[in-house]
């Protein structure tokens, strides 16, 4: 895709672009701001005007967007890392709980028997014989 087209893709679905950047966490959003102001320092060294509107247009949409985020209070997105880990963290306390139920099936514990209290000293039922 061309300058031209990315400039005009651009300003097409800023809307789009802004909420997809609200979603990120602030601190992306601030290392991404950094990155396009170094960008854009090497765009005026080079004098490349094209790159400079687009940078410039990218700029003001993530700044639009910390400032949507901040005054909406709206949460980060999870990435997929983060979505994975939770899904294999339940995933595996819920083999756990089927093994232990597997476990107390397979080796079900018996009550023992119980032993009645026997009276050694007491020789009173004997002195019937």
Known sequence: MNKTARIQ????????????????????LAEKLQTIHLQ?????????????????????????????????????????????????ETFVAETEKRQEVLNEYANPTKPGRRKTNTQTGNNEQLSFF
């Open 9 to 28: 893709d651009c300003i097409n679905n800023h809307e789009t672009y802004v909420l997809m950047l609200a979603s990120m966490p602030d601190k992306k």
């Open 40 to 88: 854009m320092a090497i765009a005026e060294q080079k004098k490349d005007t094209g790159t400079l509107e687009l940078l410039e247009i990218w700029r003001a949409q993530t700044i639009e967007a910390r400032t949507y985020k901040a005054e909406n209070n709206i949460a980060d997105a999870p990435n997929e890392i983060e979505l994975a880990t939770a899904n294999i």
